[in-house]
Every structure is written in C-alpha cells, then in structure tokens.
C-alpha cells in the first residue's frame, strides 16, 4: 500500500541520517587497521646476515679499535676524562666494533639483552658487565684497566 494511501494516523518511519552510516564505516575500517597493525608489528623480522668482513678490513678494524681503546685508556689515566666516562666510552667502542665486524645491533642492546642473546654475545656481555659498575655505579670506580684489557680481548679475538 503506497504511502499516499495509508490510514490516517500512520506514520512511515524516519529513515536513518546518513552520518551514521559513515560512523559505522569508519568504526569498521579503524577495526581492521588496528587488526593489521597489530598482525604486521608483532609478527617475525627477517634475519639479515651481514656479509663477512674482509680479512684485510677485520685487520684494520682491529687495529683501529685497539687504538681507540688505547687512548681512551691514556686520557683515562692523564685524568684528561674520569673513570665514568672512559667506562662509557669503552663501552660504546666494543659495542660498535661488534656491529661493523659482525652486523649484530650491540650499541642499543642492553645488558640483559646481550646475555639473552647466547652464547655468541658472551664475550660482548662479559665486557660490559665489567664496565657497567663503572658506568652506572654510584661513585667512580678504578676498574678501567683490567676492562681495557678485556676489552682489547674481544677486538682482537671477535670475528
């Protein structure tokens, strides 16, 4: 029965606005986003292996970095920097000759992050855990010289 000829008194319903059919849309397409941003950032990075180092580039990092670890060593003990600071500055130079050497991300990695790692970080974690105290303790410590020489350990044996 057309409209026209409905019984006094009848009222054909309102029809819905049509924000709310745009509501609905984007409250599905905001669902969907937040399914697919959570599928895509939880989901297994690809490993990259780094190509090896060149033998004659190994030789050459190390040697760079014995001679960094050195002079922080030297300016260390000419009271040039404190304690604190030749702690950090080693630390930063293990973890960054481990990244060029090998690809690993050690310079954003933390303590606890390295141990977990394995045991191809234990040489790694074992240095900055020795430097840590140093670092991070509550009042400068002297321990620089045997982290030197651990230090210097693991640049010269790393590959």
């Given at each position: 029965m057309p409209v026209a000829d409905a019984p006094p008194g009848f009222y054909a319903p309102d029809p819905y606005a049509a924000r709310w059919l745009w509501i609905g849309i984007g409250i599905l397409a905001l669902?969907?986003?937040?399914?697919?941003?959570?599928?895509?950032?939880?989901?297994?990075r690809k490993v990259v292996v780094p190509p090896r180092v060149a033998p004659d580039r190994l030789t050459r990092l190390r040697a760079d970095y014995t001679r960094q670890i050195d002079l922080v060593l030297a300016r260390a003990a000419a009271e040039e920097i404190s304690q604190r600071r030749a702690h950090q500055q080693l630390s930063v130079l293990v973890r960054h000759f481990v990244q060029?050497?090998?690809?690993?991300?050690?310079?954003?990695?933390?303590?606890?992050?390295?141990n977990a790692k394995g045991s191809r970080l234990t040489p790694v974690s074992e240095v900055v855990g020795t430097l840590y105290p140093g670092e991070f303790g509550p009042r400068e410590t002297a321990t620089l010289t045997g982290a030197g020489t651990v230090a210097k350990q693991v640049v010269a044996r790393w590959s």
């Open positions: 669902v969907a986003a937040w399914y697919a941003w959570v599928w895509w950032s939880t989901r297994e060029e050497v090998s690809g690993i991300d050690a310079p954003t990695m933390t303590l606890t992050e390295l």
